[in-house]
């Protein structure tokens, strides 16, 4: 089984995360941030990904610390489950609708992190969440997964739309990236024999 936990303790957090690649999406998820919570259900539910977190984090501040420690959090139970990489798919991309609002999703799980963001939110805010937080979470999850993530809004009107279709559609990539290819017999995908350098 490919699984991992980490636990991130900082002045600002307390984070547990676990992964388990070869789940059916279960979760259990706590941050204390409602609309939060629900995109990291998303995430489990569509990737396939078994998903535990639980965070506590200096709200009375605000939301930033508690979601950007949890995409670092995540990240890191990813890149452990992940191990060498060996036999995964490692390329991924989708073009995602829900209502309205269409996201595009590219995604290499080569160890190479990197993040290009092309999304634009109607609105300030969701709920009690800063919509700005979204960005800093998907470059906290992409920077310690070793991602490299594309993610464009083509186009949207609502911003709920938008956002969720964002975690969505890296759900999907990345259950297809992560997954074993049976032709692959266990290689490395890279001529370099390696991924990450």
């Known amino acids: 089984m490919r699984t991992a936990s980490v636990d991130r303790k900082t002045t600002e957090t307390r984070i547990r995360a676990t992964v388990n690649l070869d789940g059916t999406g ?3 998820v706590s ?39 949890s995409g670092i959090a995540l990240g890191q139970a990813l890149t452990q489950a992940l191990g060498d990489r060996k036999g ?27 993040l290009v963001w092309k999304v634009r939110m109607p ?6 969440m800063d919509t700005q937080l979204f960005k800093e979470w998907f470059q906290a999850f992409a920077q310690h997964g070793g991602l490299t993530l594309h993610v464009e809004n083509v186009y949207g009107e609502n911003s709920h739309h938008i956002v969720e279709s964002c975690f969505k559609a890296l759900a999907r ?7 074993i290819d049976p032709r692959s017999a266990g290689a490395v995908p890279s001529t370099k024999g390696q991924l990450g350098g």
């Open 26 to 28: 279960k979760y259990k």
């Open 31 to 69: 941050t204390g941030i409602g609309f939060f919570d629900h995109m990291l259900e998303q995430l489990a539910r569509h990737s396939l990904i078994d998903i535990e977190l639980e965070a506590k984090g200096d709200l009375h501040i605000d939301a930033h610390h508690t979601v950007e420690d």
């Open 88 to 114: 995964i798919r490692r390329y991924a991309s989708l073009d995602l609708p829900m209502d309205e609002t269409l996201t595009r999703v590219a995604l290499d799980a080569s160890g190479r992190p990197y």
């Open 123 to 128: 609105t300030e805010r969701l709920g009690d």
């Open 173 to 179: 990539t990345l259950r297809a990236a992560v997954e």
